[in-house]
Nanobody
Framework: QGQPVESGGGLVQPGGSLTLSCTVS????????WGWYRQAPGKERQWVAH???????NYHSSVKGRFTMSADNAKATAYLQMNNLKPEDTAMYYC??????WGQGTQVTVSE
């Protein structure tokens, strides 16, 4: 199973939107758990959202109602749609697969 690769980060103004993607190449094993985490400078890595093997999707309270996570297991890809972004959402966003594999991250910066 390959490593997750995140994409879609960038610079956006407050109130804007971004969609992050996480793709696992060369995956011959079905992925059952996807997670998004983020880490701001000087802070610990924080869980953002996950989709578990039972199909349930859960969100950190700080992003609930603004972020939507989805996954297409046939494409071995997960997404994080982020709306109404705030400066405090600025962080490196990481994908986690099956509680084992981490990507290198994609930077999201929310600023005027």
């Amino acid at each position: 199973q390959g490593q997750p690769v995140e994409s879609g980060g960038g610079l956006v103004q407050p109130g804007g939107s971004l969609t992050l993607s996480c793709t696992v190449s060369g995956s011959s094993v079905s992925i059952t758990n996807w997670g998004w985490y983020r880490q701001a400078p000087g802070k610990e890595r924080q869980w953002v959202a996950h989709i578990l093997s039972d199909g349930k999707t859960n969100y950190h309270s700080s992003v609930k109602g603004r972020f939507t996570m989805s996954a297409d297991n046939a494409k071995a890809t997960a997404y994080l749609q982020m709306n109404n972004l705030k400066p405090e959402d600025t962080a490196m966003y990481y994908c986690n697969v099956d509680f084992r594999l981490w990507g290198q991250g994609t930077q999201v910066t929310v600023s005027e």
